[in-house]
């Protein structure tokens, strides 16, 4: 079973308009990480916003907000105001502690386009 | 501070060919990983290394050897390339064990086999 589910392969934004990216999870574990990587056409992984399990409020980091829904098992990313430079392929991913490699482990990626 | 670094950046092999990429940090982090990122199919794990000297298998492991000989530096090598190795390959690293840590994302390496 999937560990980590993201169901848009690719979405379409207005520039300045919000847009949110879905992912739903997998886990028997009470205590887990989630984490937002952004990946633009240049390749690299950049890390956005990360969510505990614990954690009572949602995660914010400026433009970003995760939207934690733990009995639905739902960590939707929200990018307010959206920007052309968002255009890029964005992943959800997990940590479990209790895999003693802390590996995470990601979603195939949602691809977002911001149209001008 | 560079943070994670990788070389080469691309490489094109031939089929049975060997190669090893080169991964290093400056952050002193104890935690390092290889994955590898193929289209529709996210990023998976390759092998990791919880400190020096120590390597461990992850998801993907098979065809491809690792070695953590100094805290900075953690090394894929592929003993005899195929194409079904053709990836995008990612380095990682990570402070501690802990799930709140980020890892932090090498810049990538294209390879193809031929």
């Known amino acids: 079973a999937q560990k980590i589910t993201q169901t848009q392969p690719g979405m379409f934004v207005q520039e300045k308009e919000a847009v949110t990216l879905d992912c739903t999870y997998d886990?028997?574990?009470?205590?887990?990480?989630l984490f937002w990587y952004k990946q633009p056409s240049s390749g690299e992984m950049i890390f956005l916003i990360y969510?505990?399990?614990?954690?009572?409020q949602n995660a914010t980091e400026g433009r970003y907000s995760l939207n934690f829904q733990k009995a639905r098992k739902s960590a939707n990313l929200v990018i307010s105001a959206s920007q052309l430079g968002d255009s890029a392929m964005y992943f959800c991913?997990?940590?479990?502690?209790?895999?003693?490699?802390?590996?995470?482990?990601f979603g195939s990626g949602t691809r977002l386009l911001v149209r001008p | 501070n560079a943070g994670v670094t990788q070389t080469p950046k691309f490489r094109v092999l031939k089929t049975g060919q060997s190669m090893t990429l080169l991964c290093a940090q400056d952050?002193?982090?104890?935690?390092m990983y290889w994955y590898r990122q193929d289209p529709g199919m996210g990023l998976r794990l390759i092998h990791y290394s919880v400190g020096e000297g120590t390597t461990a298998k992850g998801e993907v492991p098979d065809g491809y050897n690792v070695s953590r000989l100094k805290k900075q530096n953690f090394l894929l090598g592929l003993e005899s390339a195929a194409p079904s190795q053709t990836s995008v390959y990612f380095c990682?690293?990570?402070?501690?064990?802990?799930?709140?840590?980020?890892?932090?994302f090498g810049p990538g390496t294209r390879l193809t086999v031929l």
């Open positions: 991913a997990m940590r479990e502690p209790m895999d003693s490699s802390y590996k995470l482990i």
């Open positions: 969510q505990g399990s614990y954690d009572e």
């Open positions: 886990t028997s574990d009470q205590s887990y990480g």
């Open positions: 952050m002193n982090h104890e935690y």
């Open positions: 990682a690293s990570s402070y501690e064990m802990s799930s709140y840590n980020e890892q932090f």
